[in-house]
């Protein structure tokens, strides 16, 4: 069965500090996908980064950046210099190719960025 | 361009009024979702259209009746609904009709009230 855990509920930083969300999965498929989105208070889940099972490759994009481990079943984040406006729930989700249309949505962590 | 748009973006309606909500998008897409989120809770599918058809229906309740007029449109029709429906309804829609690992692009979200 897929599942993918969040285990930080809740972080608070201070801004320009660099936090890191941790993201980890479970899946017996060797094709999956993992994804990130990006929840501020207004509701609409935005689009981050879509990742393959066979791009171990790290991203960077902007104050962003990604890595994915296959040896650990983990794809974090992380937000380098935090800005007020990086405030919002983040979720990581995970969706395999055989299994139709389906994503797998973990509990999201909340991040709070204080002034 | 990446829209999906969600209208109205507040309802509040009694158990025995009946309502809709409407989502559209312009981006070609096969597939469009409903999904249903609850407070802290990340999102839950509800249903998938691919290529106007009824694909997935994560046994929901018959009060709440899915409708997919043209590949741009997408409605959900409400009936009876009970207190514990109010939540966040978000639509979100991926390029391919087949396939499950396309990134989702969601809307803005439908906040409903249900007294």
């Known amino acids: 069965a897929q599942k993918v855990t969040q285990a930080q509920t809740e972080i608070s930083v201070v801004e320009k500090e660099d936090v890191t969300l941790d993201c980890v999965y479970e899946t017996r498929d060797t094709t999956y996908y993992l994804f990130w989105y990006k929840q501020p208070p207004s509701g609409e889940l935005v689009f981050l980064i879509r990742r393959n099972s066979f791009d171990e490759q790290n991203e960077i994009s902007g104050r962003y950046s990604w890595n994915f481990q296959k040896s650990t079943s983990s794809f974090n984040f992380t937000i380098t210099a935090s800005q007020v406006v990086d405030s919002a729930v983040y979720f990581c989700?995970?969706?395999?190719?055989?299994?139709?249309?389906?994503?797998?949505f973990g509990p999201g962590t909340r991040l709070s960025v204080l002034p | 361009d990446t829209e999906v748009t969600q209208t109205p973006k507040h309802l509040v309606m009694g158990m025995t009024n009946k309502k809709s909500l409407k989502c559209e998008q312009h981006m070609g897409h096969r597939a469009m979702y409903w999904y249903k989120q609850k407070a802290k809770k990340p999102p839950e599918l509800m249903f998938v259209y691919s290529y106007e058809k009824l694909s997935i229906n994560e046994s929901v309740p018959s009060r709440f009746s899915p409708e997919c007029p043209n590949s741009s449109l997408l409605n959900l029709h409400l009936h009876a609904l009970q207190p514990e429906d109010s939540a966040l309804y978000l639509c979100?829609?991926?390029?391919?009709?087949?396939?499950?690992?396309?990134?989702?692009?969601f809307g803005p979200g439908t906040r409903l009230t249900v007294l």
């Open positions: 979100a829609s991926s390029q391919s009709g087949t396939s499950g690992t396309d990134t989702q692009y």
């Open positions: 989700a995970l969706s395999e190719a055989d299994y139709g249309q389906n994503f797998v």
